[in-house]
């Protein structure tokens, strides 16, 4: 099929921010800003590469999960949106130096510049933390699609407006935008070459940045990486990982609310505190599938992604023999009766497999700090958000007024919010990833206005996200202000402030924007 990112001709040799271009990517609220934006981009670019053309601009966007919390890696369907905040690329592509420049607008991150025959050999240093360590996974993802792709000189110049470490996936928008930059570079350099970047649907897209993120050191899902491709207009996107990967949009059937996001400005950097909580969690879940298939005698799961069984191979697996989800979760406290956790020693009776087995497949790609795994706790989580995404699913699809006992939209919404205040509680009770600033935002949201509070993305610090009633958005915004941030951070600027709590929308996923 015809790529749903190539309409517009890349490969066209001048730029210009069109006007009904930049209104195809953002909503009517947003586009003012983004108008500016994009122009100083491209004024940027020219001072920078006086002598190179832009070529295009390649955009992916950040994304807010509004419920299914780390049941993405367990392949468990999500329910996130893509967000107005996104990275954008800009792009001259040809000449002869061989070479790819990266520049960024943010100037903390120094500018780089690599070699392209040393490419394909590259491997990312994970354990340091280097910007343009995004850029190469999109390099790896490109290449993983094409292994024979021969990319071109590239001079490009990076915007991104999503707070890095804030939980809206800024990681994961930088390695899309990258993915697709690389890949509509491919096509631009040799234009008769139809068939690489043609081929490359949304999936292929996802497929390769979700496995070329885990080159940054992080052993996650595919649930960003989906949001900031596949993401629409006024939609959330309903993510399904099994059988196979699929985002279904579902539009909201009530208007009277809002999503407010407020970060907790608590940075949580996955790449030193991986070991002991995001790594571990995927380890803890992928071992509690393992030892459920092996005590319950399930047989071999399938495997996500080379890494090991999923939660939702054991639940189809018990499918199959007539246990139901209630079912499924009994036998998850008979197997792991210890409310106190597994030693490692006990793992090894568990699963019947050596320790140097188990460190070796689950612990030494992605290594992991521990005292007791938390099965028990974690599994019952990963089960009861996979239940949580359905009911909320379930009422999205259905106008307010045909929810039976649900008279009225505020019942309604309040319904629909407290199903993501649940998760919230699970998060922080059974799969111990909030911290005490986002229990304190969402406590503060619930006193203050809103009908459902959660942290958004991994936790351990970065944003929540709240439903409020629309016609209270705004004073709701000025209480947190007021109540969180002016309270723990005296002297913040405005523009901090602003950048930390905003009424978001559902947005446009990747894409490229060419001149005429
Ligand atoms: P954040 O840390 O918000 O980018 C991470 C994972 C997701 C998902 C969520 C938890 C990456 C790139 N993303 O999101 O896949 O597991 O945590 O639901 O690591
Ligand atoms: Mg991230």
Redesign the pocket.
Same mark, same amino acid.
């Given at each position: 099929p015809p790529s749903e990112f190539f309409e517009g001709g890349v490969g066209a040799s001048s730029f210009v921010p069109v006007i009904s271009t930049l209104s195809a990517v953002y909503s009517k609220s947003a586009l003012p800003a983004q108008e500016q934006r994009w122009g100083s981009l491209v004024a940027s670019f020219k001072r920078l590469y006086p002598n190179e053309e832009l070529t295009f601009i390649a955009r992916s966007p950040g994304r807010v999960?509004l419920i299914?919390?780390?049941?993405?890696?367990s392949l468990f369907d999500?329910l996130p949106m893509a967000i107005t905040q996104d990275v954008l690329i800009a792009v001259h592509v040809g000449g002869s130096e061989g070479k790819i420049v990266l520049n960024n607008a943010d100037p903390r991150f120094p500018t780089r510049t690599f070699n392209i025959a040393d490419l394909k050999d590259t491997e990312i240093d994970a354990t340091v933390h280097e910007w343009s360590n995004y850029f190469l996974a999109g390099v790896k993802g490109a290449l993983s699609l094409n292994p024979l792709a021969e990319i071109p000189s590239m001079h490009c110049l990076i915007d991104g407006r999503i707070p890095t470490g804030s &939980?809206? $996936? $800024? *990681? *994961?928008a930088f390695v899309c935008a990258s993915l697709l930059a690389i890949v509509t570079a491919v096509k631009a350099a040799a234009p008769g070459s139809e068939s690489f970047a043609n081929a490359v649907t949304k999936p292929d897209l996802v497929q390769s940045a979700v496995v070329s993120?885990r080159h940054v050191g992080?052993? *996650?899902? &595919?649930?960003?990486?989906s949001a900031s491709v596949f993401g629409v207009p006024g939609h959330a996107l309903r993510v399904q990982f099994y059988p196979e990967l699929k985002a279904t949009p579902i539009a909201f059937q009530a208007d009277e609310f809002a999503f407010v996001i407020a970060n907790t400005l608590v940075v /949580?950097d996955?790449h030193v505190t991986g070991p002991i909580h995001?790594n571990l969690r995927v380890v803890e879940t992928t071992l509690a599938a393992e030892i459920l298939a092996k005590q319950c005698g399930l047989g071999p799961l399938p495997i996500r992604d080379g890494f090991g069984g999923t939660l939702r191979g054991v639940v189809e697996a018990f499918k199959v023999r007539g246990v139901d989800i209630a079912g499924v979760m009994d036998k998850v406290k008979q197997v792991f009766s210890k409310q106190e956790g597994y030693t490692l020693a006990e793992t090894v009776q568990l699963l019947g497999q050596s320790e140097i087995e188990i460190t070796q497949k689950y612990m030494t790609r992605f290594p992991v700090r521990f005292e007791r795994f938390q099965f028990r706790a974690r599994a019952l989580h990963v089960l009861e958000e996979a239940e949580r995404v359905k009911k909320y699913c379930e009422m999205l699809n259905h106008a307010p007024a045909e929810h039976g006992d649900i008279d009225g939209e505020e019942k309604y919404l309040r319904a629909l919010a407290s199903i993501m205040t649940a998760s919230h509680t699970s998060c922080r009770d059974l799969f111990d990833?909030s911290c005490a600033q986002l229990d304190e935002i969402v406590s503060l949201a619930l006193a203050n206005g809103a009908y459902g509070s959660r942290l $958004?993305? /991994? &936790?351990w610090g970065?944003a929540t996200v709240s439903l409020v009633p629309k016609d209270k958005a705004v004073e709701f915004v000025q209480c947190l202000k007021k109540e969180y941030y002016l309270k723990h951070f005296p002297g913040i600027s405005e523009e901090k402030i602003n950048d930390a709590i905003c009424i978001t929308e559902p947005a446009l996923g990747s894409a490229v924007v060419v001149g005429n």
């Open positions: 999960n299914g919390e780390h049941i993405d890696y999500v &939980g809206l $996936s $800024s *990681s *994961s993120e992080v052993n *996650s899902g &595919g649930m960003d990486q /949580a996955k995001y990833c $958004s993305g /991994a &936790g970065g």
